[in-house]
């Protein structure tokens, strides 16, 4: 997504509409509802914890500090704008979240950040080598591998996972290595072809 | 999710020292993770297993030792285990994903929460996630519910495929308890039924750890199968499974093992076809008495009689496959 020309080029346009519309709620409250709001949450919910974290995502090191409760997902899109993975369900039944974590295809909506310490994250964006695409993004390309995609991101990251597993050896076995990956548009024929070209 | 603090213990000690009754460990957080974003689960405070349980998979005379963090996809790909375990290699690849397989621990896979889908709805009642709220399922949609074992305050099912052919295999559950005592408990007596209380899942006592299961050495080679039937090809839990092994000496049976998942809140082990078929040989009539004598062991809910037929004919064919000693892998 762009920024837009107007804003200031640290903000993201995201960032703008969600903090906006944020701050517009808070001004409405009263200040009494916001302390009674926050005396009973002091008693009944346990205080949020932010913890330190290094770690490295397509190849860069980051330090960063993290609620406990963020999930890789969360952390690669809110935090630091890699908005090249997505969110499907969040629940772990769609695979479009597909990431790699030391070299392994994982789900990264039911990856808590806070596990991943000294970790090595690959997404979407770290396949390309600058300008040169990674030859299952070409295959993707090459036999129609999506439509609408958007699930095409965690499709790639699984297929890539997929043929360094040795799970091609015919099409009904790149189906089953594959069926973590749901596509809404169907277009698991061209899927399937891609990663056969790849893996030949 | 709600707010809690994480901890990441270097040893069992810890670990158990940083335990609350308001705890809950992390091994995959495949099951744990979902559980807390569903407001299922609302630990205060959350414990990282990573460097407490381990991944090692370890041959010994007796058996194989699975640490509590080998990862479903290690233990599945394992050699020894595709050599001599062929079964659990079967059962794991028919469940979930390939990336899920990649983080679910063996431990987690045991202590996974049920999917009946009146669990999962906070809205609506249920006594495993609400004791005292009353079963949703009980006058409900019965199609994930059991056939065999329940109770008036639970009708669900446990929803692993690794577990079934766990016990089939006669494993056992190694445990250490937050005194630092260690216990060995076979499978069969790991997990419960509901009865009164179905909010517990298993007999493990609070905050103690899976320290590793254990499966002991075999005579069935081959002769094995794992039979899943469900609403799609992949990527979804068993409506029924079944685990068969069978021991063949010169065209009999000399030890027949048989169980499923998907019919009980517990693995279920079919006994009397176990029995049955003992000392018989592998025909398909004799095949057919066995499933007919375990499925008619069942009783159905009122919505999911269903699950009768499909019990008997996965039995038969998971036994025919068995019997066949093909191993073929149908993907
Ligand atoms: C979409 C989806 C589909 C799935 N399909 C299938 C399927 O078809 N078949 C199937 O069998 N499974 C299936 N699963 C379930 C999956 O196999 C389990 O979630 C997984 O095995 C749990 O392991 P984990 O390591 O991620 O456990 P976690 O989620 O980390 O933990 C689960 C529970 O175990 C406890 N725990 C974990 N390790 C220990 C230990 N060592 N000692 C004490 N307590 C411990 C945790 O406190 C928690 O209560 C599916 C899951 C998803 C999300
Ligand atoms: S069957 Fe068990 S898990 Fe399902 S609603 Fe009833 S009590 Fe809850
Ligand atoms: S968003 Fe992670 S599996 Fe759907
Ligand atoms: S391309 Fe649209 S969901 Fe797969």
Not at chain 1, 74 to 102: F, P, S, W, Y
Not at chain 2, 285 to 293: G, R, S, V
Request: charge should be positive; include cysteine.
């Amino acid at each position: 997504m762009k920024d837009q020309p107007s804003l200031p080029k640290t903000f993201s346009r995201r960032f703008f509409i969600k903090s906006s519309s944020a701050f517009a709620a808070l001004a409405v409250i009263p200040n009494s509802v916001k302390a009674f709001y926050n005396h009973i949450k002091e008693i009944f919910v346990p205080k949020k914890e932010i913890l330190p974290l290094s770690l490295r995502i397509n190849e860069k090191p980051y330090s960063l500090d993290v609620d406990s409760r963020s999930t890789l997902l969360d952390l690669l899109r809110e935090i630091l704008q890699l908005t090249g993975t997505k969110k499907g369900c969040d629940h772990g039944q769609c695979g479009a979240c597909t990431v790699h974590v030391n070299g392994k295809r994982v789900l990264s909506c039911l990856t808590l950040a806070a596990t991943l310490p000294e970790t090595e994250v690959t997404t979407i964006e770290g396949l390309a080598k600058g300008d040169e695409l990674h030859p299952m993004q070409e295959a993707f390309l090459e036999h129609d591998g999506f439509q609408c995609g958007y699930c095409t991101p965690g499709q790639i990251m699984s297929a890539v996972a997929c043929v360094k597993e040795g799970r091609t050896t015919s099409v009904g076995e790149i189906k089953e290595f594959m069926s973590g990956n749901i596509c809404r548009c169907g277009a698991y024929n061209g899927i399937t072809n891609a990663i056969q070209s790849v893996a030949k | 999710m709600r707010p809690f603090q994480f901890h990441t213990p270097k040893t069992t000690e810890e670990a158990f020292e940083m335990a609350t009754s308001k705890t809950a460990y992390l091994a995959g957080g495949t099951n744990q993770v979902d559980l807390m974003k569903k407001h299922i689960a609302t630990p205060d405070s959350v414990i990282n297993l990573k460097n407490v349980s381990t991944n090692t998979i370890k041959t010994t005379n007796d058996g194989i030792r699975l640490g509590a963090g080998s990862t479903n996809s290690e233990v599945a790909n394992h050699p020894e285990i595709l050599q001599k375990y062929p079964l659990l290699s079967k059962a794991i690849l028919a469940g979930a994903s390939p990336q899920i397989r990649n983080m679910a621990t063996t431990g987690g896979n045991l202590l996974q929460r049920t999917r009946c889908p009146y669990f999962y709805d906070t809205a609506l009642p249920c006594n495993k996630r609400n004791p005292g709220s009353g079963c949703g399922a009980l006058k409900g949609n019965q199609r994930m519910s059991a056939i065999i074992g329940y109770s008036s305050k639970c009708v669900a099912v446990h929803p692993s495929d690794f577990c079934v052919a766990l016990v089939a295999l006669d494993a056992e559950v190694e445990t250490t308890q937050s005194d630092g005592t260690s216990k060995t408990t076979t499978f069969e007596d790991f997990h419960r039924l509901p009865g009164e209380n179905p909010e517990k899942d298993t007999n493990l006592p609070e905050n103690a750890l899976i320290t590793s299961v254990f499966v002991p050495n075999n005579a069935f080679g081959n002769n094995i199968a794992y039979v899943k039937i469900r609403e799609r090809d992949s990527y979804a839990f068993a409506l029924i499974s079944v685990a068969a092994a069978l021991e063949i000496r010169n065209g009999t049976i000399k030890a027949a093992r048989l169980a499923s998942g998907g019919v009980a809140h517990k693995p279920w082990r079919w006994k009397n076809a176990e029995n049955y078929l003992k000392n018989k040989s592998a025909t398909r009539k004799n095949i057919e008495a066995a499933a007919k004598l375990a499925s008619s062991e069942a009783e159905p809910l009122a919505h999911n009689s269903f699950k009768i037929g499909l019990l008997e004919g996965a039995i038969i064919t998971a036994l025919s496959q068995a019997a066949d000693n093909t191993l073929e892998t149908k993907w």
